[in-house]
């Protein structure tokens, strides 16, 4: 059994007021890599502003509090686009997008289980950690409000940390656990912490790797939102 491989990433934010996000994926995908995209928007008055993702993409999660965000995926195919550009239900400013590439994953059912968990002002966000099956990588998410500096436990390998400089402004940390787990281990909490206290918003994704026999099954979409 082996776990999946973090390959490259990109990303894209604007500082302005806009309706949608586009990214583009990084120069080495490849045909039959994870495509994982993580989002974050400024909620203005915690009013929701689901995002729209372009064809062939599944929705994993969406959520939203002082912020808000969802978290997309798709297998890439032989021709892909130059960029994906996602889309909300009104103009929302600085918004995030953290595109992930994996490969190895599995073919059935690369997306796992995921742990969420909403804080209200704090300075630590922690990243609830869900059971795993021996051949997993867990991704750590945290998107959270205003202007701030993540720091993180040695176990997460960053991929993304930015805000903007404004206090209105959305921040969007993501990275992955480098730490193996065994088969029937539960994830450690990894406790990121922010420079200033905020509303926080975290998520925990487990991605399978390539040789795990799995039978089929939906992926799941949840959906929470908590109103502060």
């Not at 929705?59 to 798709?74: H, I, L, N």
């Not at 390998?157 to 656990?177: H, I, M, R």
């Amino acid at each position: 059994m082996a776990a999946p491989s973090f390959k490259a990433s990109s990303s894209a934010g604007w500082t302005s007021s806009t309706n949608s996000i586009t990214v583009s994926p990084p120069a080495s995908l490849a045909e039959g890599d994870l495509i994982f995209v993580v989002l974050s928007g400024n909620a203005t008055l915690s009013t929701v502003r689901p995002f729209t993702p372009p064809s062939g993409f599944f929705e994993f999660v969406q959520f939203s509090d002082r912020t808000f965000g969802a978290a997309f995926w798709k297998r890439a195919t032989a021709s892909e686009p130059a960029s994906y550009t996602f889309e909300t239900d009104g103009t929302n400013a600085y918004m995030r997008a953290s595109l992930m590439l994996f490969s190895g994953t599995d073919e059935t059912m690369p997306i796992g289980d995921i742990a969420t968990q909403e804080t209200a002002i704090s300075t630590s966000a922690d990243c609830l950690g869900p059971s795993c099956d021996g051949d997993q990588m867990a991704i750590r998410v945290v998107v959270s409000e205003n202007d701030h500096v993540f720091t993180t436990p040695a176990t997460v390998t960053e991929v993304l940390s930015t805000s903007n400089a404004t206090s209105t402004d959305t921040s969007l940390y993501v990275g992955y656990d480098n730490s193996t787990y065994s088969k029937g281990d539960t994830v450690p909490t990894a406790t990121i912490t922010s420079s200033t206290a905020v509303a926080h918003h975290t998520l925990t994704v487990m991605i399978y790797g390539a040789d795990q026999s799995r039978m089929s099954a939906a992926v799941p979409v949840i959906q929470s939102q908590a109103n502060y």
